[in-house]
């Protein structure tokens, strides 16, 4: 893939940066040379590798969801300054 200046001025302006020339000029270069190692990366022989999603050998480490009875709704709401039979009242801070 080539880069030129008019995909590098299109990037610029996905990512809403304004470039100077010689700015332009450097990304040309730099994005040039990420993507002539990609082309090295993408000729590498990967036949029989299994892609990894994560670089440690580790599984969920999460526990497993349980269902418990939630708190009692009047127990909490007794201790708000305001509130209706659902929800906590609080001051109106947009018009």
């Known amino acids: ?3 030129t200046k008019e995909l590098v001025t299109y990037v610029a ?3 809403r940066i304004k470039l100077t020339a010689e700015e332009e000029q450097k990304m040309e270069k ?3 040379a990420v993507i002539a190692y990609m082309d090295v990366l ?3 022989d990967t036949t029989g590798k299994e ?3 994560h670089v440690f050998d580790i599984d969920n480490v999460m526990r497993a969801d349980e269902v418990k009875p939630s708190y009692d709704r009047a127990a909490l709401l007794s201790n708000a300054p ?3 039979d659902e929800t906590v009242v ?3 801070t947009v018009d």
Request: charged letters at 25%; glycine letters at 14%.
């Open 51 to 53: 892609p990894l999603s």
């Open 90 to 92: 609080v001051p109106k």
């Open 42 to 44: 993408g000729e590498l």
């Open 30 to 32: 730099e994005l040039g």
């Open 13 to 15: 302006g996905l990512s």
């Open 82 to 84: 305001e509130h209706t």
């Open 1 to 3: 893939m080539e880069i």
